[in-house]
């Protein structure tokens, strides 16, 4: 096992500390951007970037790199909803998004206002669908802007900070203990299964008030 890791994490680490900052960057620009997120898995490979971390330097930069990268990924999203969400939704991609899936973001958004666009950033498929639902909405970019930002900063930090320790912290280990690639291996696998838990708590926890404002729409239309 200390053998595996130690190869995996040689070859990040040994890739240039710009280059590997640039690609994490892109790739979560990517994962927040509206459809592309639904296909490219950011957050994996800003934790693969985050264990080729070699100093707090590089960790800041990454850091920083990846809430950038979030954040305009998430401001595309707005701009193309603003500019072209009225072409996107019936569009061959937007129809294989499904037409439920946008009624549930704007559902949701409706119901939650701002802290939608906060919270959205942690849930699967509507962290993609909300920054092009809100560019359709009435609610200014500013508006947008800054719940957003909060969200991309504890996102990036809890993602960066923790590829950084347990990479770090194994290193350390490694020569002294020779089960030191399950523990790494079992860090990583708890905070994956946790940030799952955690996703699945807050969909069903969103869900139900999104079923809740469905039935009082369903109720209001009533004669």
């Known amino acids: 096992m200390n053998d595996a890791l130690d190869w995996i994490l040689t070859t990040v680490q040994s890739v240039d500390p710009v280059?590997?900052?640039?690609l994490a960057g892109v790739g979560i620009l990517l994962e927040t951007s509206i459809l592309i997120g639904l296909v490219i898995p950011g957050d994996t490979i800003v934790l693969v970037a985050s264990t080729g971390v070699g100093s707090p330097?590089?960790?800041?930069?990454?850091?920083?790199?990846?809430?950038?990268?979030a954040l305009a990924g998430e401001s595309i999203g707005f701009a193309l909803g603003r500019f072209l969400g009225h072409r996107i939704r019936p569009s061959r991609l937007g129809?294989?998004?499904?037409e439920h899936n946008w009624v549930r973001a704007e559902n949701y958004l409706a119901r939650r206002g701002g802290i939608a666009v906060f919270l959205s950033r942690f849930l699967p498929?509507?962290?993609?669908?909300?920054?092009?639902?809100?560019?359709?909405?009435?609610?200014?970019?500013?508006?947008?802007?800054?719940?957003t930002i909060p969200a991309c900063v504890i996102w990036s930090l809890a993602y960066v900070t923790l590829g950084a320790v347990t990479a770090g912290g194994y290193r350390g280990l490694s020569d002294r203990l020779h089960g030191a690639g399950y523990i790494f291996v079992g860090v990583i696998v708890l905070f994956i299964v946790l940030v799952i838990v955690a996703k699945k708590l807050l969909e069903k926890r969103e869900a139900r008030?999104?079923?809740?404002?469905?039935?009082?729409?369903?109720?209001?239309?009533?004669p």
């Open 57 to 69: 330097v590089e960790w800041g930069a990454l850091v920083v790199t990846v809430i950038v990268g």
């Open 19 to 22: 280059l590997r900052t640039l």
């Open 125 to 147: 498929v509507l962290h993609s669908l909300v920054p092009v639902t809100v560019g359709m909405s009435a609610m200014s970019y500013r508006r947008f802007i800054s719940w």
């Open 95 to 98: 129809r294989r998004i499904g």
């Open 209 to 222: 008030h999104m079923d809740a404002i469905a039935a009082e729409n369903d109720e209001g239309g009533r």
